[in-house]
């Protein structure tokens, strides 16, 4: 289905459309698998008390963010622009909802999530090559400006580095999984194993268990966030989350299956790193030493991942006035939005040094990133009842019950995260007040850039607009 002009490209936006189906679905996956999977299967085993129901935890989990993700991309297919979530609110709701979440998004969840895995990368390292704390806050560091410096001087490098480590990780999950399955030093009675429990008991379980699976699938929606540099994203978009969800799903079942035949669920609950633990038993201590490098890996092509797709939302922002004067400039030689990668990488930077821990920064980003999603979804509703005749290359399946189903999940979520970690939650949540002063100073100055004239210029910025703003109808609210 055709979309109009308006729809297809932010009229500043400068960016060139170079990813494809394959680089759109590596970047749903790199996005996904990260350090979740070898290390949160012990907490969802210490929950349930069932081996069926610990991989139907994990399948489940996984339809709900799928549940999830065709949502999402009726909304990325409707508004292929860069900034995601935040284009959404805005076009559903006002400006200011879409400036808050955008808000959120830049400081909260990409540079707390950029930051997370850089100090879990460092704190992976350390394993190796022991060192002081001050020595792997300063390789955290390092690791963000080296993977950002990529990004810098390139989509087309940022996107061909995010392909290997994603192809990388589903060939190591594969090698691994066949190998250790292939020893026979499993025992397969332990997947038929359980312990009783009532269905009351069970059920209540079963949703506490959600959790922490749910998180190990976050990370789905990056392809919207760089829905202009997609070439065909009405198309794209929605095929990407799909198979990039599919190959997760598919992994993180095989990976549960290997964790269940190497140990039986009640030793499965009491480890730490369930990853390493099973490969020792399966494969020796040489296993269980390519499994951390396969956790070192993974958490890398995450993290470049991260680094490619925040940026971009602080660059939507910046097109419509509604951030810092210079962050929508695209570079002359590179096409990158050159300074919001800086702006990013020097937040991730300073929450590094400031919180200075993987689990205090982790907390701080995961109730943000739960809010988010669930605005994201709610959004989907409020268009479909505000802008009906709006074109939309791809419709949510399954509309309006599977949209729902992800909601309250979320929902539930984050009632346990304010009950669980109420300061870390407070926190994010301190963080996106700060918004509300900057967004009525941006509001002023977003309406002097709408009104300018255009003049030509080699660099996009809002201070040298290429071509003027078309006049566009606010959907009433």
């Known amino acids: 289905m055709a979309v109009s002009r308006h729809d297809?490209?932010?009229?500043?936006?400068?960016?060139?459309?170079?990813?494809?189906?394959?680089?759109?679905?590596?970047?749903?996956?790199?996005?996904?698998?990260?350090?979740?999977?070898?290390?949160?299967?012990g907490h969802v085993a210490a929950t349930?008390?069932?081996?069926?129901?610990?991989l139907a935890a994990?399948?489940?989990?996984?339809?709900?963010?799928?549940?999830?993700?065709?949502?999402?991309?009726?909304?990325g297919a409707?508004?292929?622009?860069?900034?995601?979530?935040?284009v959404y609110l805005r076009e559903a709701y006002h400006p200011f909802a879409g400036f808050l979440v955008g808000w959120l998004s830049f400081f909260v969840i990409y540079a707390g999530t950029v930051a997370t895995l850089a100090m879990g990368f460092a704190e992976g390292v350390g394993r190796f090559v022991p060192m002081e704390r001050s020595g792997l806050i300063l390789l955290a560091c390092v690791t963000v400006a080296a993977v950002s410096g990529v990004n810098y001087v390139g989509l087309r490098r940022g996107a061909n580095l995010n392909n290997v480590t994603a192809l990388l990780k589903l060939l190591a999950i594969a090698v691994l999984a066949s190998w250790g399955l292939a020893t026979g030093n499993g025992n397969w009675d332990h997947l038929f194993a359980s312990r009783t429990a009532t269905d009351d008991t069970l059920a209540a379980k079963?949703?506490?268990?959600?959790?922490?699976?749910?998180?190990?699938?976050?990370?789905?929606?990056?392809?919207?966030?760089?829905?202009?540099?997609?070439?065909?994203?009405?198309?794209?978009?929605?095929?990407?989350?799909?198979?990039?969800?599919?190959?997760?799903?598919?992994a993180y079942l095989l990976l549960n299956v290997v964790y269940l035949y190497a140990l039986p669920l009640g030793e499965l609950a009491q480890q730490g790193n369930v990853g390493e633990a099973?490969?020792?038993?399966?494969?020796?201590?040489?296993?269980?030493?390519?499994?951390?490098?396969?956790?070192?890996?993974?958490?890398?092509?995450?993290?470049?991942?991260?680094?490619?797709?925040?940026?971009?939302?602080?660059y939507a922002m910046a097109l419509d006035g509604y951030f810092f004067p210079a962050v929508d400039r695209v570079h002359n030689h590179y096409r990158t939005p050159h300074a919001a990668i800086v702006a990013q990488a020097l937040t991730a930077v300073g929450l590094i040094l400031l919180l200075q821990g993987f689990p205090r920064i982790l907390d701080y980003t995961t109730f943000a990133i739960v809010l988010a999603t669930m605005a994201?979804?709610?959004?989907?509703?409020?268009?479909?009842?505000?802008q009906p005749h709006r074109p939309r290359p791809y419709r949510a399946w399954g509309y309006p019950w599977l949209p729902a189903l992800y909601l309250v999940a979320n929902g539930g979520i984050a009632l346990a995260m304010l009950w669980g970690r109420p300061a870390e939650c407070a926190a994010g949540l301190a963080i996106t007040a700060t918004a509300v002063p900057f967004y009525w100073r941006f509001t002023q100055r977003?309406?002097?850039?709408?009104?300018?004239?255009?003049?030509?210029?080699?660099?996009?910025?809002?201070?040298?607009?290429?071509?003027?703003?078309?006049?566009?109808?606010r959907p009433r609210c």
């Open 446 to 473: 977003a309406r002097l850039h709408h009104l300018e004239p255009a003049s030509p210029s080699t660099e996009t910025s809002l201070n040298e607009p290429p071509a003027p703003v078309e006049p566009r109808a």
């Open 58 to 75: 994990w399948l489940v989990g996984g339809l709900l963010s799928l549940a999830g993700a065709l949502a999402n991309a009726e909304l």
């Open 376 to 386: 994201d979804t709610c959004a989907l509703y409020a268009l479909r009842k505000r």
């Open 78 to 86: 409707m508004f292929p622009r860069a900034g995601g979530d935040y």
């Open 8 to 41: 297809e490209r932010h009229p500043r936006d400068q960016l060139h459309r170079q990813l494809g189906l394959f680089d759109t679905t590596m970047l749903c996956v790199s996005s996904i698998i990260g350090a979740g999977i070898f290390l949160t299967p």
């Open 48 to 54: 349930l008390p069932d081996p069926a129901f610990f």
């Open 206 to 250: 079963f949703g506490l268990a959600l959790s922490p699976v749910l998180f190990s699938y976050l990370g789905w929606n990056a392809p919207v966030y760089v829905a202009s540099e997609i070439r065909e994203p009405g198309s794209i978009i929605p095929r990407a989350l799909f198979l990039g969800l599919g190959l997760c799903i598919a």
């Open 278 to 314: 099973t490969a020792r038993v399966l494969l020796g201590n040489a296993g269980a030493a390519a499994v951390a490098l396969l956790v070192l890996a993974s958490v890398l092509g995450c993290l470049n991942a991260t680094v490619l797709v925040g940026p971009r939302i602080a």
